[in-house]
């Protein structure tokens, strides 16, 4: 079992920056891939990045390609999502989420755990 929090949200000006920290409860988290999905209101919740269990793969939907990075720190039990050159479209609440298998997927249903969310405003 893993339980996952989100922080790091906030209102940024659009071309701005943010970076997004989940951490993470349980031994497990090691062994886990872990991704980043959002929802915009009024919107389905699409996957961002997702990040396989050492680091060493990851994914990201076309729309943040070059602008997000994900990152983790198994030491730390924590997983980041670094934002930089933000958009109005990047506006959405901000979830982390954990799979039960080493491997980064970029399907929602592949995801077990989920935290809370963080809401990411960006004024235009």
């Known amino acids: 079992q893993v339980q996952l929090v989100e922080s790091g949200g906030g209102l940024v000006q659009a071309g701005g920056s943010l970076r997004l920290s989940c951490a993470a409860s349980g031994r497990s988290f090691g062994t886990y891939a872990m991704g980043w999905l959002r929802q915009a209101p009024g919107q389905e919740r699409e996957f961002v990045a997702a990040i396989s269990w050492n680091g060493r793969s990851t994914n990201y939907a076309n729309s943040v390609k070059g602008r997000f990075t994900i990152s983790r720190d198994n030491a730390k039990n924590t997983v980041y999502l670094q934002m930089i050159s933000l958009k109005a479209e990047d506006t959405a609440v901000y979830y982390c989420?954990?799979?039960?298998?080493?491997?980064?997927?970029?399907?929602?249903?592949?995801?077990?755990?989920w935290g809370r969310g963080t809401q990411v405003t960006v004024s235009s």
């Open positions: 989420a954990g799979r039960s298998s080493s491997w980064n997927s970029d399907a929602q249903r592949e995801y077990s755990y």
